[in-house]
C-alpha cells in the first residue's frame, strides 16, 4: 500500500446472540460518521449499492435501525470468474437518546450515501441568549 492511501475494507455485522439470517447473503456493518450540529445530529453512511428502494430506516422505541438490501449485478450472458469485493446487505442499529425528536427524522440517499437528520428537541438545542446593557 502506497504512503498517504488508506486502505477501505467492509467490516461484517456481528449477529446477536441466537439470531439467525432467513438469507444466505452476507451482512456487512456500513461505515457511519455521526456529525453533532447546533440542531440536529447527522449519521451518514457509506452503503454502495442502495437506492432510496432498497433502503430501509425503521425507529422502534429507541432503536434506530438502517439495512440496505444490494443485488449482485453480473450483465446478461456473462458469468463471474472472481470476486475480490464482497456483495451483501448492509444493516446497522443505533439507540437513540431523549433528546431527538422522533417525529421530525429525515432520511435521503444519494449515490450509495445514506444521510439521516436527526433533530434535536427544542428544550435541548443550543440557544444564544441576548445581553443588554443595564
Known amino acids: ?18 439470531v439467525e439470517r432467513t438469507k444466505e447473503k ?3 456493518c456500513p461505515a457511519v460518521d455521526i456529525i453533532e450540529r447546533r440542531d440536529d445530529i447527522v449519521l451518514i453512511a457509506d452503503m454502495p449499492g442502495v437506492d ?26 456473462h458469468r463471474l470468474v472472481s470476486s475480490e469485493y464482497g456483495v ?9 437518546s431523549d433528546e431527538i425528536d422522533r417525529n421530525k427524522i429525515k432520511a435521503t440517499v444519494k449515490n450509495g450515501v445514506l444521510r439521516v437528520v436527526l433533530p434535536k428537541v427544542e428544550a435541548v438545542r443550543t440557544r444564544k441568549i441576548p445581553v443588554k446593557a443595564a
Open 1 to 18: 500500500m502506497k504512503a498517504g492511501t488508506k486502505e477501505l475494507q467492509k467490516k461484517e455485522a456481528r449477529v446477536k446472540g441466537d
Open 26 to 28: 452476507r451482512l456487512y
Open 52 to 77: 432510496e428502494k432498497s433502503v430501509e430506516v425503521t425507529l422502534e422505541k429507541d432503536v434506530l435501525t438502517i439495512y440496505g438490501e444490494v443485488e449482485p449485478e453480473i450483465p446478461e450472458n
Open 88 to 96: 451483501g446487505d448492509y444493516q446497522r442499529s443505533f439507540t437513540l
